[in-house]
């Protein structure tokens, strides 16, 4: 009672002067998005099933957890005007929900060489991977028929070139060197054998091939290569796969409907982004809703191979948005609009590298975002010119002993004064010879003058190797996208295991490759809280210290 009598006095003591009606007004939070709020109206039956493109929380998975191509789709854009190449065992061409989207000019057979690449029939149906790849790019809208295609409005290419006893140079190089100038994207959802064991990569004629295309393909502007990552799980590492590692390609991983990664997924550095695909849970609809053989539908297409051709369909959408990006724009747009979103992983936790962009060693720069994507790109400006420096090479014979680290260091100025100096960094490349009593038991790390350390080679238990090892291997990392390479680079190379192994590293040759002018410096900036807006403040930042550094230096030298 003596509280509310000391409350009485002093509101008494504040009377009120006056008091006014509020109008109530709408002020939403920028960038987020209520599932409740999308409505996309399709026609076709499994629409509601491809949780990848809208996820509502079907078969028991996140709401929200998908590619958000509905933002994409609202802007107008539907992948149009584009061709997207399916590198697998054919494509069923004739089927009715890819039949009016498929390009006959730009496809070819070099399985069997000639111009009708449509699958061999076998009784299980195992020539299916192209036809389920190829409806996940470009199916066909509101036939209902099926599921939507990402680029429902694309054009798709067949080429068959998987379907033979064995596989050779002069067949994959003609598969992706083929028509590049009327085919923009190349999916591709294999490579070599996941089981763990093997290290293999393009050969010569491939190599060259993929070279010419990223330089003078799609009018110089570069044929877009996207690989899967593979589907080795725990026992392997995609750095041992060349194709997944090249700097030529945009390597794909995958997550689940509920954002734990897939039991197949491999992890590397080289992985720059992913999409999604099933491998975990038992749900019949959990898998990937596309295109069949003979006309059919499946609701259980998986694997990394699924995830690579729902990027190329995202990729599409963006290059309808900006059709100016080079190969190197797209790889820059993925580091940039990719989202962490919620994939987890039990292993890899989440880091960031040296100017604050958040990766994951399994996930790369988190899941695509097309319509974050298409945004960016329509006022996308060509990034600047790229170089490579070779920042340093030690070739004597270091020796690798059980229970220890060889730790090496190389110190660089990335070529500063030269033509080809490096300033922000895209793709590091670590050259390595070594080998050991037993190659699965090698792991090597590398790590950054700004920090950032990259696990170029995980142990893969099944790999009992001990006499080829790794022969001048090209081992990537894009987890230092935008650092600045100046200053000392630390390998460290060591053995994982019960049983004591020894070994010997030959070779460590660094090579650098990126910008000497900050990329996003002259990009316009409409999200003050992406990445984008991030990396511009800490380019310009960079660049003032440069400035005023110089700046003093000749004050220094003149007096």
Known sequence: RSLMSTFHVEYCLFPVKNVLDQEGFGRQKRGYRSIDEIYIKMTDPLFSKQWYLINTGQADGTPGLDLNVAEAWGLGYTGRGITIAIMDDGIDYLHPDLASNYNAEASFDFSSNDPYPYPRYTNDWFNSHGTRCAGEVSAAANNNICGVGVAYNSKVAGIRMLDQPFMTDIIEASSISHMPQVIDIYSASWGPTDDGKTVDGPRELTLQAMADGVNKGRGRKGSIYVWASGDGGSYDDCNCDGYASSMWTISINSAINDGRTALYDESCSSTLASTFSNGRKRNPEAGVA????????????????????????????????????????????????????????????????????????????????????????????????????????????????????????????????????????????AVVTVNGSRRGDLNINMTSPMGTKSILLSCRPRDDDAKVGFDKWPFMTTHTWGEDPRGTWVLEVGFQGDEPQRGALKEWTLMLHGTQSAPYIDQIVRNYQSKLAMSKKEELEEELDEAVERSLKSLLSKN
Not at 338 to 351: A, F, G, I, T, Y
Not at 368 to 385: F, H, I
Request: aromatic share 8%; net charge neutral; with cysteine.
């Open 290 to 429: 596309t295109t069949d053989l003979y006309g059919n539908c499946t609701l259980r297409h998986s694997g990394t191979s699924a995830a690579a051709p729902e990027a190329a369909g995202v990729f599409a959408l963006a290059l309808e948005a900006n059709p100016n990006l080079t190969w190197r724009d797209m790889q820059h747009l993925s580091v940039l609009t990719s989202k962490r979103n919620q994939l987890h992983d039990e292993v890899h936790q989440w880091r960031r590298n040296g100017v604050g962009l958040e990766f994951n060693h399994l996930f790369g720069y988190g899941v695509l975002d097309a319509g974050g994507m298409v945004k960016m790109a329509k006022e996308w400006k060509t990034v600047p010119e790229r170089f490579h420096c070779v920042a340093g090479s030690l070739q004597d014979v270091h020796k690798i002993q059980s229970g220890g680290k060889l730790i090496l260091t190389i110190s660089t100025d990335s070529c500063q004064g030269k033509d080809n100096f490096v300033r922000y960094l895209e793709h590091v490349q």
